[in-house]
C-alpha cells in the first residue's frame, strides 16, 4: 500500500498540490456565489454569478469558523454573503443597519435613527417600481412591488439592532426574506463581501450568457 501512494503522489503531486490550493482559496479567500432567485432584484438577477471576498471583514482557519482576526468591520450599504442559521442557508442581501441603529420601516419607507430615506423614481411597469433609496452617506436601487402581496413585511419595529448584529434587506423589497423574517444578523454568520459580478446566464433563455453583466460593480 505505501508503494502504490508513493508512485500515485510521484505521478499526480502537481494536480493534487493544485487542487489543494484551489480548495485553499475558495475556503480562506475568495470564492464565486450563484444568485438564485429574486430577492436581490434590480441589482442582482437570477443566474448572476457573484464574487466573495472571505477576506473582507475577518481572517480566518481555512475549512472552519474559527476567526484568527478582523480587518474592518462591515458598512452600511454592503452586499454580503451569509451563512445564517436561522434561515438554514445561505442567503445575499445588503446591510441595511449597524449596531446601535434603531430601523423603523412603514409601508416600505425606510427610517434609521429618526432619518428617512429620499426616494425618486428610475423606472416603472405594470408590475414592479425601480426607486434609487437614498440614506445618510449610500444610495443604491431598489424594487417595489404594485401588488397587494407580502404587505405584512412592509413594516418593520422599531427595533435596535443589538451589539456585533446586523439589519439586512434584499433591494426587492417585497419579494425578499431577510432580518424582517430572520431578525438581525450575527457577525459571525457574515463570511464576505461581494463587489461584482463575475458572469451571468439567463435561466428563461436557455441559460444563454448575459454579456452586459460581465464583470459589472455593484452598487
Partial sequence: MK???????????????????????????????????????????????????????????????????????????????????????????RIVGLPGDTIYMR???????DQPADYQIVASDDESLIIRESLFDYSHEAMLSDGLTNRISRSFGPETVPDDQFFVLGDNRDNSADSRIYSFIPRDQIIGRSSSVVFSLDAERNYFPRPDRFLEGLQ
Avoid: C, H
Fill in 3 to 93: 508503494k502504490y501512494l508513493g508512485v500515485f503522489w510521484q505521478e499526480n503531486r502537481k494536480f493534487l498540490l493544485l487542487l489543494l490550493t484551489i480548495v485553499f482559496f475558495k475556503s480562506a479567500i475568495a470564492d464565486l456565489n450563484s444568485i438564485s432567485g429574486r430577492s436581490m432584484q434590480p441589482t442582482l438577477l437570477d443566474g448572476d454569478k457573484v464574487w466573495v471576498n472571505k477576506l473582507a471583514y475577518d481572517v480566518r482557519i481555512p475549512f472552519t469558523d474559527i476567526f484568527l482576526a478582523s480587518v474592518s468591520d462591515p458598512d452600511r450599504g454592503d452586499i454580503v454573503i451569509i451563512d445564517s442559521e436561522a434561515a438554514g442557508k445561505r442567503l445575499v442581501k
Fill in 107 to 113: 409601508n416600505n419607507t425606510l427610517v434609521i435613527n
